[in-house]
Nanobody, 118 residues
Framework: QVQLVESGGGLVQAGGSLRLSCAAS????????MGWYRQAPGKQRELVAT???????NYADSVKGRFTISRDNAENTMYLQMNSLKPEDTAVYLC????????????WGQGTQVTVSS
């Protein structure tokens, strides 16, 4: 079982920055892949950024060059640095983890609200 706790959301003006954190209850290196997703009202959940246990990253086109995913292995924490925020980045941001050997299991955090004002 993996518990994920997000923090760092809030209200920011367009052009500003926020850093989200996702603390995992297990050794982060035992997790196959972690990532950030977001869901805006009335819209489907979408991938923002992912990172494999080997460190390979992937970003949605809409955030490339503005967002950076990273992790601190010692703290078992994943981060999402968000710069040059836009109103369309407003959403609930959810931490995701996928872990397993023979069967991958998905885990989700409770989400943190990010609101970008114009």
């Amino acid at each position: 079982q993996v518990q994920l706790v997000e923090s760092g959301g809030g209200l920011v003006q367009a052009g500003g920055s926020l850093r989200l954190s996702c603390a995992a209850s297990v050794n982060i290196l035992s997790i196959n892949a972690m990532g950030w997703y977001r869901q805006a009202p009335g819209k489907q959940r979408e991938l923002v950024a992912t990172m494999t246990s080997g460190g390979t990253t992937n970003y949605a086109d809409s955030v490339k060059g503005r967002f950076t995913i990273s992790r601190d292995n010692a703290e078992n924490t994943m981060y999402l640095q968000m710069n040059s925020l836009k109103p369309e980045d407003t959403a609930v941001y959810l931490c995701h983890a996928q872990r397993g050997v023979f069967r991958l299991i998905d885990y989700w955090g409770q989400g943190t609200q990010v609101t970008v004002s114009s």
